[in-house]
């Protein structure tokens, strides 16, 4: 099934790039999921972009729900294409819709309550470890400023598929 949009929800203003960026390069429309509920029919084919939380992506249960989801790309603090099963399972994608992990960004003034507390604790959990893997201290280095890993890179597996699915 060929995606006709894209839409997306954001946080932080990461996964809106991204979806900007796919938008342009595949010449789809793009819509925020409120702009989206409003503006398209129902089971409307869509690329779905939201952001990783706890390794849920946030929002796909609701727009699968309202819309036919042609692919899946979760957006969150991890290295892009990593902890793809972890969020499938977590946000229950099914196997059949593909699901690309992005590494978007951090912008610490975005955080309250519990998400304060818990970067928190990891930043000075890893900040305590003698030996960190790579992983940690990339991590580490995310965490400890504000930073936006976005770029067209990222999003080469995606674009890849979109144009076997376009054949």
Known sequence: ????????????????QYALLLGKETG???YSY??????????????YLGWIHASHV???A???????????????????????????????IPEDIPLFTLQGGFDRSQLKGVDKLMIS???????????????????LELLSKDASYVCMENLAAVLQWYREEKK
């Not at 604790?121 to 991590?139: H, I, P, Y």
């Open 1 to 16: 099934m060929k995606p006709s949009a894209i839409i997306y929800t954001s946080k932080t203003g990461h996964t809106r």
């Open 28 to 30: 789809l429309p793009v």
């Open 34 to 47: 409120d702009e989206a509920a409003a503006r398209l029919p129902g089971k409307s084919p869509v690329i």
């Open 58 to 60: 946030k929002g796909y």
């Open 62 to 92: 609701g727009a699968a729900k309202q819309f036919a989801i042609c692919a899946v790309c979760g957006v969150g603090l991890c290295d892009t294409g990593t902890l793809v099963l972890e969020v499938r399972k977590a946000t229950s």
């Open 121 to 139: 604790m990891l930043t000075k959990g890893l900040s305590a470890q003698k030996q960190r893997s790579v992983q940690d201290e990339r991590m």
